[in-house]
């Protein structure tokens, strides 16, 4: 099962919000993360920091229960000249 979410839904307000943190890790077994970015050293950039480290939290509690979990990234460029 894939999921998709978008960077942008944790800063929209009212009932269109969603945080990483409402959403059930034990669902999908993909989730597609829109955007991050690649730095002039073409390594992998996540502009949010928090949201990076609680999808590392959730990849570390499926690892605990011997489930798989992996990470798909969308890239963008529009911010590199």
């Given at each position: 099962m894939v999921g998709y979410y978008g960077s942008w839904a944790?800063?929209?307000p009212g009932a269109g919000k969603?945080?990483?943190d409402n959403i059930d890790p034990y669902i999908c077994t993909h989730l597609i993360y829109a955007f991050a970015g690649v730095g002039y050293d073409n390594k992998i950039r996540v502009s949010d920091r928090v949201f990076l480290g609680q999808?590392?939290?959730i990849k570390i509690a499926r690892r605990n229960a011997h489930q798989h979990f992996i990470f798909h990234f969308i890239f963008s460029n529009c911010?590199?000249?």
């Open positions: 944790t800063y929209r969603l945080s990483i999808l590392l939290l911010h590199r000249p």
